[in-house]
């Protein structure tokens, strides 16, 4: 069984800034990917970065130059700094990865989410 747990939501003032933290735990063979999604109310949920092991991280285009995305692969950790928050960054914030693990036959591949950590932009 995979787990993706976060940690560091909360309420923050414009320009402020957050940090969010997931790790993942369980039977992990490799990790692929991890990154970070958001959905606030009323919209779908979008890309916010993406950090494939080995890879180049990519950012949504709203987040460059304000967001950063790190990993520690011996911790098997995805982190999003996040700074120059703005009111519209206001959304739930979802850890992701794709990771291989065994099962009862042998190995696959899947996506596996964390519960979502709210984070709040406002005055």
């Known amino acids: 069984q995979v787990q993706l747990v976060e940690s560091g939501g909360g309420l923050v003032q414009p320009g402020g800034s957050l940090r969010l933290s997931c790790t993942a735990s369980?039977?992990?063979?490799?990790?692929?990917?991890m990154g970070w999604y958001r959905q606030a109310p009323g919209k779908e949920r979008e890309l916010v970065a993406t950090a494939p092991t080995g890879g180049t991280t990519r950012y949504a285009d709203f987040v460059k130059g304000r967001f950063t995305i790190s990993r520690d692969i011996t911790k098997n950790t995805v982190t999003l700094q996040m700074n120059s928050l703005k009111p519209e960054d206001t959304a739930v914030y979802y850890c992701?990865?794709?990771?291989?693990?065994?099962?009862?036959?042998?190995?696959?591949?899947?996506?596996?989410w964390g519960q979502g950590t709210q984070v709040t932009v406002s005055s």
């Open positions: 992701y990865a794709t990771i291989m693990a065994p099962t009862s036959t042998g190995f696959r591949n899947s996506a596996y």
């Open positions: 369980g039977s992990i063979l490799s990790i692929f990917t």
